[in-house]
């Protein structure tokens, strides 16, 4: 309804322009009728009576299991579970998906506790991981057959619940490499159904599984402890700009992979500074095949996406400079730390932050162009919470805080003016017209 109202405002202001022929005012707005709506106080309700029912259902059925016949123990599942499923079917052929998505959650659901009450029977333990990915399957098939977002939000969650218990299962490996295809298809399925909150539980969920593939290789004396933040922090801004390039060519999904993989990136960038000299103490391990390998494949990303961007007109050459002049800082960092020593470790710090600043200024210039807004706020948080760490580090009487801030906001209205210097310059120079453009 938000989106409706100021899409009809921009259309009266667009008409009066003379941008919108007003024969097309309601072919617009009919259009926007006609698509699928957003969630509602009516929807949201009814998805939650589902997920209620579904857990009175398992309730019940758990208090009885004892005492019920193993035959109408299954019965009582599967008539539920089919009567959900026929009539989620049936509310979306009379046009009532509020009520369809709510029964087709509640399907799914009790798809779920079937499979756990079975294994229960059984005393399937080792495989109840397993019938939590069966779960994941059957619900994503139920999303993409109805079709129905809140089901594959349900995909999506219990698909990310799978890995991390199999990450932590002593009968399956240490790094759960079922869960990329596992991930890949419920990106797919997020992609076809138009899921913004199944992309936004996909997103973290990849940096937590990369974070666990790390941590198995510097618990296994694979990769140092500081190569792990490093490499951490390399794929996640290579996952940015690669993201971010994917939506540069308008693929859903990629505007949110890149937010929380820029995100990513920037507060690991900041917190890797905290703990060098204590990192550098307890595990200095620089030099391994696995963090060499990392950066390099992480760098030619950032260096062939980055001037990929700039030949589409998307970014600047001295943000893609500045990008793989990061990169190459980031990759570089446990090599300096190990060979500075503590008596130079001062000044390791003071490159650390002077590319980190060079960093998020290059990000926040490259928010003022169109639809990059995001990278802009978080190239500004980058810059305010490095300031304050500088600060803490740094001083401590009142007239140290007033040079500080004084030197600082000097330098940010500079930049500031000669932004709005080059702005103006660019717009307000127009060509020749009339017989000087012909000649």
Partial sequence: MGYRTRLTDDLERWIAAGWVEAAHRQAILGDIASRPGRWNAAGALAILGAALLAMSALSFVAANWDAMPRLVRFTTILLALWASLLGAGRAFDRDAPVVGHALALLGAALFGAA????????????????????????????ALVLPSRPVLILATGLGALWAGMEAFNPNAPGIVWAYLPVWGATALLARRLGSRVSFNLLAPALFVWIAHVLWTQAAADRIGQLEALDAAILIAAAIGLLAAWLRDQSIAGGGVLAAWAIALAVLGAHLLQWPLDEIREASPGTGS?????????????????????????KASRIAALTYLAAGLMAAAIPALVQAAGPDLMIWVRILIGAVFYALCAAMIVQGTRPDQGIVGGLGIAGFVVQTLYVYAETFSGLLDTALFFLVGGAILFVISLALLRLRRGGAAVPGPTGPEASA
């Fill in 115 to 142: 499979i756990m009450l079975t294994a229960q029977t059984f005393n399937m333990t080792s495989f109840r991981n397993t019938a939590l990915l069966i779960w994941a399957a059957a619900a994503g098939g139920i």
């Fill in 289 to 313: 095949g696995l963090h060499t390998a990392i950066a390099t494949v992480s760098l030619l990303v950032i260096a062939g996406i980055a001037w990929r961007r700039v030949a589409d007109g």
